[in-house]
């Protein structure tokens, strides 16, 4: 009897591979990389620009130079406390003729 769902063995994009649909685009915004980060930088000095633009300028500039910040996620469970462990695991096994 074959098995059945999950992925079969070399479906899929292989990793590394260029996503095609998004190629071209990404192409073009990269020709207007260096413009775009003068404008950043520009928008953040600007003494007349609103400081939530330049905040703004500056963490776009941080991001693209160092990466996005990892975010933090606390779990808990019911009423705010902590998640419950699993202490049992069940198999049952089922007859489809019975």
Same mark, same amino acid.
């Given at each position: 009897?074959?098995?059945?769902? @999950? &992925?079969?063995? =070399?479906? @899929?994009?292989?990793?590394?591979?260029?996503?095609?649909?998004?190629?071209?685009?990404?192409?073009?915004?990269? /020709?207007? =990389?260096?413009? &775009? %980060?003068?404008?950043?930088?520009? %928008?953040?000095? @600007?003494?007349?620009?609103?400081?939530?633009? *330049?905040?703004?300028? &500056?963490?776009? %500039?941080?991001?693209?130079?160092?990466?996005?910040?990892?975010?933090?996620?606390?779990?808990?469970?019911? /009423?705010?406390?902590?998640?419950?462990?699993?202490?049992?695991?069940? *198999?049952?096994?089922? /007859?489809?003729? &019975?």
């Amino acid at each position: 009897m074959a098995a059945r769902g @999950g &992925a079969r063995p =070399g479906a @899929g994009r292989k990793p590394g591979s260029v996503n095609k649909s998004t190629a071209d685009i990404k192409a073009l915004a990269q /020709d207007y =990389g260096a413009e &775009a %980060l003068e404008t950043l930088a520009k %928008l953040m000095r @600007g003494t007349k620009t609103p400081a939530a633009a *330049r905040v703004a300028a &500056a963490k776009e %500039l941080i991001d693209r130079g160092y990466g996005k910040a990892t975010q933090a996620v606390e779990l808990t469970g019911k /009423d705010a406390g902590p998640i419950e462990t699993v202490s049992r695991v069940t *198999r049952t096994i089922v /007859d489809p003729k &019975a």
